[in-house]
């Protein structure tokens, strides 16, 4: 009898431990979620995506606690989680930056490392805030499709000398004809900088006589992110 109430009785200070380790888990998780949201720069985010950066620095750090140095449980939990396949597709490779913080930091709470925890959390989103912020890594060229469509056949010359007429990169992708009517499908690569110039070509395009159509778009990789 005494040898099992020796084994249900946990010593005071791994209680501590516990609690700090998984209520920092959790504050660091919101704090990396924060970051996360503060510079995201698509059209939109998965509201679930913040949910599981906070929940998944708690979760790897109660997996350390189980484990607590035992190889035999150490190997026998890898065995199954194993199991586990993970099938939606990660769109963006900053997305599993913060996934790999979030899982290091659960680590490092976990092992009861606090102080290199914290350390760490604060110093990356500095430096997350600080890459937003100076937009690090965006590109120096924004990219447009340019699609021109009309039924006069002798407006091809007054389009090419508008669209040549921009200091931008311009290929022609796409020449389409059906009877009376065309449509000229233009790529254009322009600097940032001179951006305003390539959206003035809508309004100049429209004045052609036999222009009945003109529409500017942005590809999708070239949206912000």
Not at 82 to 110: C, E, Q
Not at 152 to 162: G, L
């Amino acid at each position: 009898m005494e040898r099992i109430l020796s084994i249900l009785v946990v010593p005071p200070d791994q209680i501590i431990n516990f609690f700090v380790s998984m209520g920092l888990a959790v504050v660091l998780g919101m704090l990396i979620a924060l970051v996360y949201r503060y510079t995201h720069r698509g059209m939109n985010y998965e509201s679930g995506f913040l949910s599981t950066i906070v929940l998944l620095s708690p979760i790897v750090a109660l997996v350390m606690f189980f484990i607590q140095g035992d190889l035999v449980l150490s190997l026998g939990l890898v065995g199954s989680l194993a199991i586990i396949r993970f099938r939606t597709p990660i769109k963006d490779t900053r997305d599993m930056v913060f996934l790999f913080w979030s899982i290091a930091i659960g680590l490092g709470v976990g092992t009861l490392n606090w102080t290199v925890a914290v350390f760490a959390t604060l110093f990356l989103s500095v430096l997350m805030s600080g890459m937003y912020l100076f937009r690090y890594g965006r590109s120096l060229h924004v990219e447009y499709i340019l699609v021109v469509a009309g039924s006069d056949q002798q407006a091809d010359d007054d389009i090419e000398r508008v669209v040549a007429g921009k200091r931008a990169h311009v290929q022609l992708r796409n020449h389409e004809v059906d009877g009376s009517d065309w449509e000229l499908t233009y790529e254009i690569r322009v600097a940032r900088a001179r951006e305003p110039e390539v959206r003035g070509l809508v309004a100049e395009l429209q004045k052609i006589r036999g222009v009945t159509k003109v529409s500017l778009l942005t590809p999708q990789l070239a949206l912000p992110m």
